[in-house]
Structures are given as structure tokens and as C-alpha cells.
């Protein structure tokens, strides 16, 4: 049987479970890792940037493809700036496009997105822009040269789940580049239901790392993501609008 992985800037990944670090710690780390199997973990580049405890890189282990993101950028200029600053310290060629103007709802600016997406793929970066999701957005990004689109289930931080959830699925259903669904999910369940629409993988974090058992927790988003991946790839049973339908005969059982 051939091995189910997607694929990002020409590297397989057979883990669909992404770290979102930005409430990191050793412990949250380790579990991702070791727990949920994650080979992708996202850091903010101030903190790839400093020396001593503060330093993410001195805690993820080799073989773990870093993503690192543009946290704090506000405009395309910006966030084209932070993404040269991590390939310059050695974090690679993969970056998560986030820019943001609005400090309250921290809901990313579509449209300086796809220009940051389409300057850095000129650039030769493998751009993952993360996005409100609206359909006319993700079709820019498709042709920025995006190596996929990241939609926001709900606020960052916020641990609602899927409050985006009939604009994620135009975005599955319409976008042929992998859907990586980020920020909002809180329950292992919310994560399997998005991996049986079809998205191709999660990033998770503050569910996880406010969870009361962190490498707990981890296990079941890793087994959530799973299971909704393999529903998924089943094809799952119709559903009726009316009525019921036995599942055993009925003929003949009340007869004398």
C-alpha cells in the first residue's frame, strides 16, 4: 500500500499534525514531537533571533522542518523583511506568510498577504500564507505561487473551532493545492472533523498547550487527525435529509 504523505517545497510528510509554537515550551515541544509526531513546527523569527533560554532552535530536534513565521508584520514590506532575516539565520527556505494590521482580533490582511506570497516565491521561498478564508483570496494565492493555503478556523488563541467551517470547505473542495487548516481548532474532534472535509493537514498549539496534560493531549490530536484522515480517504457513508432507513431487514421479524 502506498504510503499516504503530502507534500510541501518538493519535501513528504507523512505527519498531518503541524506545531504551532508560539506558547512554547520544552514540554510542549518534546510532546509534539515525540506524542503527536509532528515534523513540522512553526517559530516566530525574534525568537530564533535571541540568545541564551529564549531561543526555540536550541529545543527543536534535527530533522524537524522549521517554519518560520512573520509574526508582527503589519504590510507585505514587512513580513518580505522577517522571512530574509530567518533564511539568513539558517531556518531554510520555508516561511509562514502572517500579516497583521488589526491588534484585536489579530485576523490576517488578505490582500498584503498575497503580495508578501508573490514577492517571496520570486525569491525562491516556499511560501505557506495564512489567510481568512474567502475563496477569490486563495485562488491570488494559487497564482502568487503559494506552496499552500492556511486558513483560520476561528481567532488565534481562541480555542472556538470552526467558525470558518462552510469557507473551508470551498476552499477544499475548489483549491487544488494542500489546505492546511490553522488558529482556532481546541478539541482533538474539531481537528478529526476538518481532516474528513478533506484539508490536508492541522496546525494546532494553544489547545495543546494549555491542555492539563500537554503529552496527553498531543496522543489524541495525533489519533484525531489520523482517524479523520482515514474517514477521509474511506469515503464516508451518505447522509439522508429525511426518513430513516434500516440497517437489518425488518421483513418478517414480527410474524407469528
Known amino acids: 500500500?502506498?504510503?499516504?504523505?503530502?507534500?510541501?517545497?518538493?519535501?513528504?510528510?507523512?505527519?498531518?499534525?503541524?506545531?504551532?509554537?508560539?506558547?512554547?515550551?520544552?514540554?510542549l515541544i518534546q510532546a509534539a514531537v515525540e506524542q503527536a509526531g509532528a515534523q513540522i513546527i512553526t517559530l516566530a523569527v525574534r525568537r530564533a533571533n535571541s540568545d541564551g533560554a529564549g531561543n526555540i532552535l536550541d529545543y527543536i530536534p534535527q530533522g524537524v522542518t522549521l517554519l518560520p513565521n512573520t509574526s508582527g508584520a503589519r504590510d507585505a514590506t514587512e513580513a518580505v523583511r522577517i522571512a530574509r532575516l530567518s533564511r539568513e539565520l539558517g531556518c531554510g527556505n520555508f516561511v509562514k506568510v502572517e500579516i497583521m494590521r488589526d491588534s484585536k482580533y489579530l485576523l490576517p490582511d488578505n490582500p498584503e498577504t498575497v503580495k508578501?506570497?508573490?514577492?517571496?516565491?520570486?525569491?525562491?521561498?516556499?511560501?505557506?500564507?495564512y489567510m481568512y478564508p474567502d475563496l477569490n483570496t486563495a485562488r491570488d494565492l494559487v497564482n502568487a505561487g503559494a506552496a499552500a493555503v492556511m486558513p483560520l478556523a476561528a481567532p488565534i488563541g481562541s480555542n472556538k473551532g470552526l467558525a470558518t467551517r462552510e469557507f473551508i470547505q470551498i476552499l477544499i473542495d475548489e483549491i487544488e493545492l494542500p489546505i492546511i487548516v490553522d488558529a482556532g481548532i481546541g478539541r482533538p474532534s474539531q481537528a478529526c472533523e476538518v481532516m474528513e472535509m478533506g484539508a490536508a493537514a492541522v496546525m494546532a498549539n494553544t489547545a495543546i498547550?494549555?491542555?492539563?496534560?500537554?503529552?496527553?493531549?498531543?496522543?489524541?490530536?495525533?489519533?484525531?487527525?489520523?482517524?479523520?484522515?482515514?474517514?477521509?480517504?474511506?469515503?464516508?457513508?451518505?447522509?439522508?435529509?429525511?426518513?430513516?432507513?434500516?440497517?437489518?431487514?425488518?421483513?418478517?421479524?414480527?410474524?407469528?
Open 1 to 27: 500500500m502506498e504510503q499516504d504523505v503530502f507534500k510541501l517545497g518538493g519535501q513528504e510528510f507523512s505527519s498531518r499534525f503541524i506545531l504551532g509554537s508560539g506558547k512554547y515550551n520544552v514540554e
Open 116 to 129: 508578501a506570497t508573490e514577492l517571496l516565491t520570486k525569491e525562491g521561498f516556499v511560501v505557506l500564507p
Open 209 to 256: 498547550a494549555t491542555a492539563g496534560d500537554i503529552p496527553q493531549m498531543a496522543r489524541a490530536f495525533k489519533k484525531a487527525i489520523e482517524a479523520g484522515r482515514e474517514a477521509y480517504l474511506s469515503g464516508l457513508g451518505r447522509v439522508r435529509e429525511r426518513g430513516a432507513e434500516a440497517s437489518s431487514p425488518l421483513t418478517g421479524f414480527l410474524r407469528d
